[in-house]
């Protein structure tokens, strides 16, 4: 959520009563600024399966961005530009392609990581007795993945990953500093990802213009 910050007086009698960084609050990312970002993602055929559409998505990644406390505008368009590029534009929740198993959330987070999501989450935690996913089958693998794949947890992994994971601090602090993509390739990498390429740098840049950032 961003603030915008706006100085003002106040005349009362003969004194001069100044107020200092009144915090007004801006509109959230809204499902027109998604379908910036993730062309086509105003409509889902029929029947959806996991296709979400723009206005499905808002309202979860605002509270998911507010839940992780993600307030720098560059910050937001990394996640949404990788959140946008893995799900095709949120279309998939599970990794089709070459189809892992357990590998799935918007993000498409691997299984070891998503387990480590449902131990984060309350409400998750207990739902599984796995400490591990070594060893487990695909079954096994995808009863994990299952556990996140409700909108209210699907489409907040990746802010969880930025926020939660060690290796994502460095990326944190470059994006927080500038919108350059120095912050994007670093997040692109602290998630596993090392061809950065030109499909991946367009949605970094649809993002970042959706969002002014």
Same mark, same amino acid.
């Given at each position: 959520?961003? #603030?915008?910050?706006?100085?003002?007086?106040?005349?009362?009698?003969?004194?001069?009563?100044?107020?200092?960084?009144?915090?007004?609050?801006?509109?959230?990312?809204?499902?027109?600024?998604?379908?910036?970002? &993730?062309?086509?993602?105003? /409509?889902?055929? $029929?029947?959806?399966?996991?296709?979400?559409? /723009?206005? !499905?998505?808002?309202?979860?990644?605002?509270?998911?961005?507010?839940?992780?406390? %993600?307030? /720098?505008?560059?910050?937001?368009?990394?996640?949404?530009?990788? %959140?946008?590029?893995?799900?095709?534009?949120?279309?998939?929740? %599970?990794?089709?392609?070459?189809?892992?198993?357990?590998?799935?959330?918007?993000?498409? !987070? /691997?299984?070891?990581?998503?387990?480590?999501?449902?131990?984060?989450?309350?409400?998750?935690?207990? !739902?599984?007795?796995?400490?591990?996913?070594?060893?487990?089958? $695909?079954?096994? #693998?995808?009863?994990?993945?299952? #556990?996140? #794949?409700?909108?209210?947890?699907?489409?907040?992994?990746? &802010?969880?990953?930025?926020?939660?994971?060690?290796?994502?601090?460095?990326?944190?602090?470059?994006? !927080?500093?500038?919108?350059?993509?120095?912050?994007?390739?670093?997040?692109?990498?602290?998630?596993?990802?090392?061809?950065?390429?030109?499909?991946?740098?367009?949605?970094?840049?649809?993002?970042? $213009?959706?969002?002014?950032?």
């Amino acid at each position: 959520m961003r #603030l915008q910050f706006f100085y003002f007086t106040i005349l009362v009698g003969p004194a001069h009563i100044v107020a200092r960084s009144i915090q007004l609050r801006d509109n959230e990312i809204t499902s027109a600024q998604l379908l910036q970002v &993730a062309p086509g993602s105003d /409509s889902c055929p $029929s029947p959806s399966d996991e296709c979400a559409t /723009s206005a !499905q998505a808002a309202p979860f990644l605002n509270a998911a961005m507010s839940k992780y406390s %993600i307030n /720098s505008l560059s910050e937001q368009a990394s996640i949404l530009a990788l %959140i946008a590029f893995e799900s095709g534009n949120f279309k998939y929740n %599970i990794n089709h392609f070459p189809g892992n198993p357990g590998q799935g959330t918007r993000n498409m !987070q /691997s299984a070891s990581f998503n387990l480590q999501y449902v131990k984060s989450i309350p409400e998750l935690a207990s !739902q599984t007795t796995f400490t591990s996913t070594d060893g487990l089958n $695909s079954d096994q #693998l995808n009863q994990i993945r299952a #556990l996140v #794949l409700p909108d209210d947890y699907t489409w907040a992994s990746a &802010a969880w990953f930025l926020t939660q994971q060690s290796a994502c601090a460095d990326a944190r602090r470059t994006l !927080q500093a500038s919108n350059g993509d120095e912050g994007f390739t670093a997040h692109m990498r602290c998630v596993g990802i090392s061809d950065i390429n030109e499909s991946r740098m367009a949605y970094w840049r649809a993002a970042r $213009s959706a969002l002014g950032a």
